[in-house]
C-alpha cells in the first residue's frame, strides 16, 4: 500500500489575552486614524463655500455715504441687473458687473467719488431720480466729480468696467471726498499790439491771473477793417502749471485768414478757460488795440 505523507500544519500559537488587548488596540488606533485622513481629503476635495453678495449689490440696499467716508469691500459676488443698465445707457461703460450702490444727500457742494485704488478697473456712475427711472449726472473711470445740490439725494454705482479684461470684481476701495475749490481765471488785453510788416501777422498781449487750475487756454479773435474789406484772424495761448492766484504775462500770434494785418487799430475779444480736475472757469475780454510797426 503506497504511503500518503500527511500535511503538515503549522503549529498554532498561543496569544495571551494582553496581547490580544494590544492588538484590538493598535486595530482601533489604525482605525482612527484611516477615518481621519479620508475625512481630510473630502474637506480638500469639497469646494470652498461661495462668499455672499455685498448687502448694497442692488438699488434696495444702497449704502449711504457723507463726505468723509470711506470703504474696503469684496465685490467678486456683487452682481450686475436692468437698473444698472438703465443709468449706464447714457453713460456706455464697457460692462457694469460687480456693481454695488452707495447714496449721498447733497449739501451744496462739490463731491469727489474715488475708486482708483481697487484691485481690478473700477468704475463711477452717478444719477439722481428714482429706481429705473436715474438719469446720468457724471461718469467715468477711477475718479467723479460732480456739484451736490441740497434737497437731492445722489446715486453712486462703482462698477467693474472690464477695462483690465476680465474677473467680476475684487477688493473695491471707494471715498467720498470734498471737491478742491473751483478754478478762477481773469484776463486782460493790452491796449498796444504789434505787427509785423512782412507778414501781417499781429501779436497781442496782456496779463492774466488764475488760481486752483491746472492749466489756461486762452482763444484770441481778432478784426480789422482795411477798405471795404474786414480782416479777421485768430490766435491762441496755453499754459499750465501757473495757476497760483498771481498776475502772468501772456501774448499770442494772430494770423489773418483773409489777408494781412496792418498798422492802426484792430478789435480784439478774447476767451479764457481754465480748468482743474473736475471743474473749468472762464475769463472774457473785448478790446481795441493799436497795432504799431507798419502801415498807417
Known amino acids: ?47 470652498a463655500a461661495l462668499a455672499a453678495a ?18 474696503v469691500l469684496d465685490t467678486t459676488q456683487a452682481t450686475t441687473d436692468s437698473d444698472d443698465a438703465q443709468l449706464n445707457a447714457s453713460c456706455g461703460a464697457p460692462a457694469t458687473d460687480a456693481s454695488v450702490w452707495y ?32 438719469e446720468t449726472v457724471e461718469c467715468g473711470p ?9 434737497g437731492t439725494t445722489y446715486y453712486v454705482l462703482a462698477i467693474d468696467d472690464q477695462n483690465d479684461g476680465g474677473g467680476n470684481g475684487g477688493s473695491l476701495n471707494i471715498s467720498f471726498n470734498a471737491a478742491p475749490p473751483p478754478p478762477t481765471v481773469d ?51 496755453f499754459d499750465s502749471g501757473t495757476c497760483d492766484g498771481t498776475s502772468h504775462d501772456w501774448s499770442a500770434q494772430v494770423f489773418g ?10 478789435m480784439t475779444v478774447t476767451f479764457a478757460f481754465a480748468c482743474g480736475a473736475f471743474d473749468c472757469a472762464e475769463g472774457f475780454a473785448e478790446q481795441t488795440v493799436r497795432l504799431r510797426g507798419g502801415g498807417s
Do not use: W
Open 142 to 150: 477711477g475718479t467723479v466729480g460732480f456739484f451736490a445740490t441740497a
Open 54 to 71: 455685498p448687502s448694497n449689490d442692488t438699488f434696495g440696499g444702497a449704502t449711504t455715504a457723507t463726505i468723509g467716508f470711506s470703504q
Open 103 to 134: 447714496a449721498i444727500a447733497g449739501s451744496d457742494a462739490g463731491v469727489v467719488v474715488d475708486v482708483s485704488q481697487s484691485d481690478y478697473s473700477a468704475g463711477v456712475l452717478v444719477g439722481v431720480g428714482t429706481q429705473g427711472n436715474l
Open 187 to 237: 484776463i486782460t488785453v493790452n491796449k498796444v499790439g504789434r505787427v509785423n510788416a512782412k507778414t501781417g501777422v499781429a501779436t497781442i498781449s496782456g496779463t492774466y491771473t488764475c488760481s486752483d487750475a491746472d492749466f489756461i487756454d486762452a482763444e484770441i479773435d481778432a478784426s480789422q477793417r482795411a477798405g471795404r474789406v474786414i480782416i479777421s484772424g485768430f490766435g491762441a495761448f
Open 1 to 47: 500500500m503506497d504511503h500518503v505523507p500527511r500535511e503538515r500544519r503549522t503549529p498554532r500559537r498561543m496569544v495571551s489575552k494582553g496581547s490580544r488587548m494590544m492588538i484590538s488596540k493598535i486595530r482601533f488606533v489604525r482605525l482612527v486614524l484611516a477615518t481621519l485622513v479620508a475625512l481630510g481629503a473630502l474637506a480638500i476635495a469639497a469646494p
Open 257 to 266: 485768414d483773409n489777408g494781412r494785418f496792418v498798422g492802426g487799430k484792430a
